[in-house]
T-cell receptor, first 113, second 114 residues
Framework: GENVEQHPSTLSVQEGDSAVIKCTYS??????FPWYKQELGKGPQLIID?????GEKKDQRIAVTLNKTAKHFSLHITETQPEDSAVYFC????????????FGAGTRLFVKA | DAGVTQSPTHLIKTRGQHVTLRCSPI?????VSWYQQVLGQGPQFIFQ???????GRGNFPDRFSARQFPNYSSELNVNALLLGDSALYLC?????????????FGEGSRLTVL
């Protein structure tokens, strides 16, 4: 089945700096790659997603890149703000995995003011 | 519009007991998935239901079961509770079961097994 690995597990940046979180997946048939943000005491919330036919997608300060050959995708947050502090999860989903969304272990991001 | 609602929000059980967790999806969503999130880890897939049929099962023992009702709400049942079942149980709904589509999560039911 699908396996998603995420790095780093913890990331601390200064306000205004960029943050990058990287993930790899094992199932080459996966074709949908969402990123979720989880704040304390809440469920995960989608912040951006990318489909396998696209190499990059950007939404304001957030961007995601996908390298299908390497089975690697990354989240980039620019101009970080204290409210970006949370746990971020990458995930992968595809037909071969029975349409299950499989999550990485998470990255705890701290943005220091 | 109401989001995904889960109940109860917190509960404490002892080993050997059983628990029932409930989930109401967003109106119009026909697919419900259940995830277990142990502290410090990512959500682990337990079940997916679509149109009242089980569409996927994760690597969990038979003590875990679920069902979806005609109104698309869902229950997760766990029997013979173990200490290791202590976790946040998340329910997520989506429009359909296809390969592309956002999961909308509830705030979870935090289960503590003593």
């Amino acid at each position: 089945g699908e396996n998603v690995e995420q790095h780093p597990s913890t990331l601390s940046v200064q306000e205004g700096d960029s943050a990058v979180i990287k993930c790899t997946y094992s199932d080459s048939a996966s074709n949908y790659f969402p990123w979720y943000k989880q704040e304390l005491g809440k469920g995960p919330q989608l912040i951006i997603d990318i489909r396998s036919n696209v190499g990059e997608k950007k939404d304001q300060r957030i961007a995601v890149t996908l390298n299908k050959t390497a089975k690697h995708f990354s989240l980039h947050i620019t101009e970080t703000q204290p409210e970006d502090s949370a746990v971020y999860f990458c995930a992968a989903k595809g037909r071969a995995g029975g349409f299950k969304t499989i999550f990485g272990a998470g990255t705890r991001l701290f943005v220091k003011a | 519009d109401a989001g995904v609602t889960q109940s109860p929000t917190h509960l404490i059980k002892t080993r050997g007991q059983h628990v029932t967790l409930r989930c109401s999806p967003i109106s119009g969503h026909k697919s419900v998935s259940w995830y277990q999130q142990v502290l410090g880890q990512g959500p682990q897939f337990i079940f997916q239901y679509y149109e009242k049929e089980e569409r996927g099962r994760g690597n969990f023992p038979d003590r875990f079961s679920a069902r979806q009702f005609p109104n698309y709400s869902s229950e997760l049942n766990v029997n013979a509770l173990l200490l290791g079942d202590s976790a946040l149980y998340l329910c997520a709904s989506s429009l359909a079961e296809g390969a592309v589509g956002e999961l909308f999560f509830g705030e979870g039911s935090r289960l503590t097994v003593l």
